[in-house]
């Protein structure tokens, strides 16, 4: 009997490599990188090289202006601003409709439950589960275009989450509550209450990593955690 399997072409794998280095900033904002690089760095043709290197700024990993060597993309705080926001506008539609169905995914539930081990185990780094909860509700839609419109944030997003939770300013007890919460208030139907509180969760990090690009970050930082028995500070976040 034949067996499927999934083909990587060279070019997947070497965007796919690229991408991981950027997001563990093994390869920093700015860092310029031409088809010789690529092909030097990964041993395969100029023709691969710029293949991969074309793919890369069309997600926005890399940027590039006319005739210009490509970057790995640098966000600031304008560019947060703008990427968070379009968030919230998506993903505050988004619960509304799973709560007038009183539906989301056990994946996203499992997604925070992997946070929480990870925080447990004294592990900051949880973007990939953060992720995949939010990814994961908005595919609970089962829109593809909605889907397709989200997941052309993600790298941008995750880039942003990455910085945010190297730097240590977001509590993963604030994060693993809000989302706990979340899925509540979709399972309970009040969508407008799921809104709000997505609203609050996204706002707070949004402005603090404003601050951690170098802006000013906006009064929405120091927003307490609401869900929490005991209102979490938001500006000592280091864990006892």
């Known amino acids: 009997m034949v067996r499927n399997i999934t083909v990587t072409s060279v070019v997947d794998a070497v965007v796919n490599d690229l991408k991981a ?6 390869l920093p904002a700015g860092t310029a990188l031409t088809e010789h690089d690529v092909a030097s760095r990964y041993d395969v043709a100029r023709a691969t090289a710029k293949a991969a290197i074309e793919r890369l700024v069309a997600t926005k990993v890399l940027e590039r202006s006319t005739n210009k060597t490509a970057r790995v993309v640098l966000l600031g705080p304008d560019d947060v601003r703008d990427i968070y926001n379009t968030r919230i506008y998506l993903e505050s539609e988004v619960l509304r409709r799973l709560a ?26 949880i973007t990939d589960p953060d992720m995949r909860f939010h990814t994961d509700l908005v595919a609970h839609l089962n ?3 909605t889907n397709r419109v989200y997941r052309s944030l993600a790298f941008e997003v995750k880039l942003c989450m990455s910085q945010m939770q190297d730097s240590q300013r977001l509590s993963p007890e604030i994060i693993i509550a809000e989302h706990d919460r979340l899925l509540d208030l979709i399972g309970e139907g009040d969508g407008a209450g799921a809104a709000r509180l997505l ?18 970050a906006g009064p929405e930082s120091q927003l307490p955690c609401s869900v929490l028995p005991a209102p979490a500070a938001v500006g000592d976040l280091q864990r006892a």
Do not use: C, F
Request: charged fraction near 25%; hydrophobic fraction near 40%.
């Open 143 to 145: 829109s593809r275009r």
């Open 21 to 26: 280095q950027v997001l563990t900033q093994e």
């Open 100 to 125: 007038q169905k009183h539906s989301y995914p056990a994946s996203s539930r499992a997604a925070n439950a992997e946070i929480k081990a990870l925080w447990a185990d004294g592990i900051w780094d």
């Open 199 to 216: 609203d609050e969760h996204l706002s707070r990090a949004r402005e603090l990593l404003v601050g951690v690009m170098g802006g000013v």
